[in-house]
C-alpha cells in the first residue's frame, strides 16, 4: 500500500523513509532538465540516473535506458528506485521498478502539480506506444510518496494550470461544495499554505477510491471523467508538435464531458456553463476543426475504457458528485459534443 507524506520538507521526509526501509541499494531517477532545482530542496541525493522527461520520451526505449541503467548498477531485488520529478518520471521510474527483476520497491517524490494530484495515487506506472497515450503499462504502487508543495514555487504558471486541471476533475467527482471551492480557488495567486491544504484533500480523495478499487475494475472509473476527450485533445496536439499540457487537455475535455452529460444524463446546463466558462478564462485550449474530427475520434476509439470497437466509452455526472462510469457513446453524439466544446472555449 503507497504510503503519502504531505509535508514541507521532502529532504527530511525521506531521510526518515530511507532509514525505515533501509534498502541496501537506492537507485535515484531525476529529469535532467530540472534536477538542479530539485537538489536544491533534496540537497545530499546523488542521482543514479538523469532522464528526459518530455512526454514524448515516455516510450519503451526510455523504458529500456532505466532498465540497463539498474542493470549496470546491479540491482537486486531489495533495492529501491526514488523516482524525483513530474509524472513522466514517476510513469516511466515506476514501470521500470514494476518490471526490473518482476518488480522492485520504489519511493516517488513529485515535483509538479499535476503529478502530485495526480500520479501520487493509485500505482498506474507506464509508457506510450505507437502515439497512444500509456497504452503499455503496470498497476505498481509506491511504498511512499512524498508530497511537498515547496516545488510549487520552481513552476510555472502553465504547469501550475496543468495539476490545476486534475484538481478541478476531483472537485467535480466530489460533489458541489467542492467544486465551488474549486472554481473559487487562485492557482495563479495561492500560498504554500493554501495549496497545501486543496493538495491533501485532492489527493486523499483520489487515494479512497482507488484504494477500494486497485485495478480499475469499478468505482475508479469515474477518474477517467475528461479524459476520453482529453487524451484524445493531447495526443492530437502532441502529433501536430505543439505544447499541450496533460491538464490543460484534460480541462478541454472536462468540457466536452459535462457537454455529454447534459445530452445524456440531465446534468445541469447552467453548472456546465459556469465550469466552461471558468475553464476558458484560465486556459488557451487546443485548437481544433471539424476536420480534426476522424483523428480524434480515433484516438478515443483507441481509449482503454472502450467495450466494443463501435462505441466510446465516457465517463459522465448526472449531477456533482454523482459520475456515471461507462457510459457509451456515437460518433454523431461526440461530434455534437465537439462542436458545442469549440463555442464555449471560443475555439
Sequence with gaps: MNKLIFTLDASEALEAVLNKLNPPQVFYI???????LILKNIPGVAPSLLINDAEPAKTLRGAESIWASMLDASLTRNALAV?????VTTDIGGFAAAC????????NIPTTLLAMVDASAGGKTGVNFNGVKNIIGAFKSPVTTIISPAFLSTLPHTQLLSGYGEMLKHGLLQGEPCLSRMLAFSPLSACQA????????SVLFKDKIVSADPYEQGARRALNLGHTAGHAFESLGLGRGE????GAAVAQGLVTA??????????SSLTMQSVAAHIKSLYSPLHYSCKDY???????????KNRDKNHISFTLLKAPGSPLCGMETDEEEVKTALDITCDLLGI
Design 258 to 267: 459535462l457537454v455529454l452529460s447534459v445530452m445524456k444524463a440531465g446534468f
Design 294 to 304: 476522424d483523428r480524434l475520434l480515433a484516438f478515443m476509439h483507441h481509449d482503454k
Design 83 to 87: 523516482n524525483i520529478g513530474g509524472g
Design 30 to 36: 531525476l529529469p535532467e532538465a530540472s534536477s538542479a
Design 243 to 246: 505544447q499541450v499540457t496533460h
Design 194 to 201: 493554501d495549496w497545501q491544504e486543496c493538495i491533501r484533500e
Design 100 to 107: 526490473y527483476m518482476r518488480g522492485i520497491r520504489y519511493v
